[in-house]
């Protein structure tokens, strides 16, 4: 039987939600494409403010990595956006030319973010806050810059201020409005978010009309209506959302504020079906997560039963917001302003720094704000949508925190079944209770595999953990973290069973482990693969599949899609043979443009996939490993050859370091430098490993990061002799590669160990020598990995060229 197609416009949360939901209900019934814009697989945008506020990385916020499209035979095209839909004939075409045919189309193309039309806006350092490359734009003009202004006090704008303030930019939030967030706050709760966030370095310029944005070609400052301005650097404009709708324009569907649908989330045209911020449904377009995913379930019930018309579909939603905004739990619902028919009740605790208010109509709660203590936010949701009647309920029943005595009973066991925990995906404790009886859970997160629980914005996680340990009887907390959803084995666990066991590949493990899903995930995958190749040095074969695709392409894939290489520079010198290759590469593939890296090496950008063997062939260089988590690069100055402060060799010292570690694998990516004096040109108190040269001896100091989490590192020891620094490195490094999670930085894995624990393994004699021996035994056989791809067909065929895609007309 042939299957329908489904085309899903949209690589977002919305869209993809609805393909869960879909494949959940019937895994075999579709052949199924998505086109995306972003050159990423689907991500958490709620958790971009974690991202540049240093809490989690991009992999991190990966919600289906590229093996989950796989798994369930998906179609992905990833940086090309649909250009062309004809209803007609029902095809769309992409902007790199790609023509398929659907059955049902769905169009999840979310919104654009809102810039004013201010002059200078066009500036350079005027952007928005909506995607990953405007958060990497973001880190890195801070590492240039120090003046930034947010223009929006939003929830947007002050998580964008709270992740400039961490990368140690001076910021101002500009509002026009008297309070902040005021669509999700009344004036009171607004008031004392921003005596808090005063409290944590954020100033703010309220009541203010921007009039233009001012400098030559890149933004300087911003000029307001009443005369005065401010110094910026950087200008992040926060200001509000629009739905994207000009491809459904385009294609002759019905549009208002959005694209209109009826309750099946059907458009104005046949088969093509709209969700998300780009959906208008009874007149209201939803930002929020907890809509968007009630729409996809709709949706999903509605193609796949077999009487559509029998469900009820999508009704509506209540809005309501849960938020934790720079450390402060902030939840709004409903109509919270007063009006005229209406009461409250309110608490207000300045000590304490509390706000509660709720508000009533004719006896039923119709809003609420919590500021500080969102503990009942779930039982007021409940009863705005129960609507139920509170006339004799006491102040203590509607707000159960409020009850001081000892016999106050927590939140989550005073909670019905049937009420919800996690808004954004809808899951009530009665789910949550059932899993974790059902299918044993132990921790958070096999709740969120298991449930969705706590998926999205993460603010339900605390309610999560509490209702765990009331079910299981055990703290949450103290339980131990599984690598994944996959298994509830933590890291060390696997380790340890991998060398007892002698597990040799990747599926082994997940098959004699017991692994609760068939191919692993993008977190254990990786991770297994580290663990083998640590356990088993010279015997285990890597498994490109189970790597990043940086790593698995040897080389760094761009936001355009193309992709970056950077050749190996030993301690940052070249010559000019090296140099003339690189120019003549750059000139031959049309390098659109070359940057000399923080690592002093050069970087070649814009250089399509099917480029990178030649590239590599006419380079003749080594591979600078800047893709992978490995041993990266040293940096060093110049030393004692030509600076008149340079104590040492840093150049000599540096070159022999980055050879002899040339290709290593590491739980995470590794930095290293070598400054000849304490004047530390070569930055070697921001590194992994940073050595120093005094007077006669070497400095070395370890769990440096430069990155957006900025650590200097501890020193270490102090050494006379250039051996005895690589002798330190070798027993470090190793120690690190076996006792560290796998994507644990250096500087993460000192904090958890601690210096002092390090310090003492590193002092035995014996320890010492038999880390040293494992390390030599590592870097024995390293090849380089462009060499390998060049002497494999079969690797250039699979990995590299350009596949040809069949046009259906």
Known sequence: ???????????????????????????????????????????????????????????????????????????????????????????????????????????????????????????????????????????????????????????????????????????????????????QLDDQAGKMLKEELEKQGMTFRLNAHTERLTGKKRVDGVRFKDGSQLDADLVVMAVGIKPNVSLAKDSGLEVNRAIVVNDYMQTSVENVYAVGECAEHAGVVYGLVAPLYEQGKAL????????????????????????????????????????????????????????????????????????????????????????????KMSKVAILPSENESDERESVVVAMADSETICGCNGVTKGDIVKAINDQGLTTVDQVKACTNASRSCGGCK???????????????????????????????????????????????????????????????????????????????????????VNERLHANIQNDGTFSVVPRMYGGVTNPDQLRKIADVADKYNVPLLK????????????AKEDLPKVWTDLGMRSGYAYGKSIRTVKTCVGESFCRFGTQDSIGLGVRIEKKYEGLSTPHKVKMAVSACPRNCAESGIKDVGIVGV?????????????????????????????????????????????????????????????DHIKKVLADDETRTQLIERVELALTGQQDPWNEVLESKDKQATLYEKKEVEVIN
Not at 351 to 378: C, M, Q, R, W, Y
Not at 464 to 474: I, K, Q, R, S
Request: hydrophobic content about 35%; charged content about 25%; some cysteine.
């Open 1 to 183: 039987m042939l299957k329908q197609k489904i085309i899903l416009i949209g690589n977002g949360m919305a869209g993809i939600r609805t393909l869960e939901e879909i494949i959940k209900k019937d895994p075999h019934k579709f052949e199924i494409t998505v086109f995306g814009e972003e050159p990423h697989p689907n991500y958490n945008r709620i958790l971009l403010s974690s991202v540049l506020q240093g809490d989690a990385s991009i992999e991190s916020i990966v919600l289906n990595s590229y093996e989950w499209y796989a798994e369930h035979q998906i179609e992905l095209f990833t940086g090309d956006p649909v250009v062309k839909v004809d209803t007609s004939v029902q095809t769309v075409t992409s902007q790199n030319g790609i023509s398929r045919s659907y059955d049902h189309l769905i169009f999840a193309t979310g919104s654009n973010p809102f810039m004013l039309p201010l002059p200078g806006a066009d500036k350079e350092g005027v952007i928005a806050f909506r995607n990953i490359q405007d958060c990497e734009t973001m880190i890195d003009t801070a590492k240039h810059y120090k003046k930034a202004a947010v223009i929006g006090g939003g929830l947007l704008g002050l998580e964008a201020a709270r992740g400039l303030l961490n990368l140690n930019m001076e910021v101002e939030v500009i509002h026009i409005a008297d309070y902040l967030m005021e669509r």
């Open 300 to 391: 999903a019930e509605h193609v796949c039963a077999d009487q559509p018309l029998s469900k009820p579909g999508y009704q509506g939603s209540i809005v309501y917001t849960q938020l934790k905004v720079s450390g402060v739990d902030v939840f709004s619902a409903g109509r919270f302003q007063d009006g005229e028919h209406t009461k409250s009740i309110r608490v207000h605790d300045e000590f304490e720094g509390i706000f509660k208010k709720v508000v009533v109509e004719n006896n039923k709660v119709i809003g609420a704000v919590l500021f500080g203590d969102t503990s009942d936010s779930p039982r007021l949701l409940t009863m705005m949508r129960n609507e139920q009647d509170i006339s």
């Open 462 to 548: 605390p309610l999560v953990a509490e209702l765990l340990t009331h079910a299981t009887g055990e703290e949450a907390s103290n339980q131990k973290e599984p690598i994944c959803g996959c298994t509830d084995l933590s890291h060390e666990e696997v380790t340890a069973e991998i060398k007892d066991k002698g597990l040799n590949y990747v599926r082994e493990v997940m098959n004699v482990l017991g692994w609760s899903t068939e191919n692993g995930c993008s977190k254990c995958r990786p991770a297994l693969n580290y663990y083998l190749g640590l356990n088993q040095p010279i015997e285990y074969k890597d498994d490109s599949t189970s790597k990043f």
């Open 596 to 607: 000399v890296t923080g690592g002093q090496r050069i970087d070649l950008l814009g250089i």
């Open 695 to 755: 007077e006669g001896a070497w400095e070395i100091y370890v769990g440096g990061n430069g990155g957006v989490d900025l650590r200097g590192g501890d020193l270490f020891a102090k050494v006379a002799t250039d051996q005895e620094v690589i002798d330190f490195i070798s027993s470090f490094l190793q120690f690190y590669r076996e006792d560290a999670r796998y994507l644990e930085r250096t500087s993460h894995w000192v904090e958890r160990v601690g210096l």
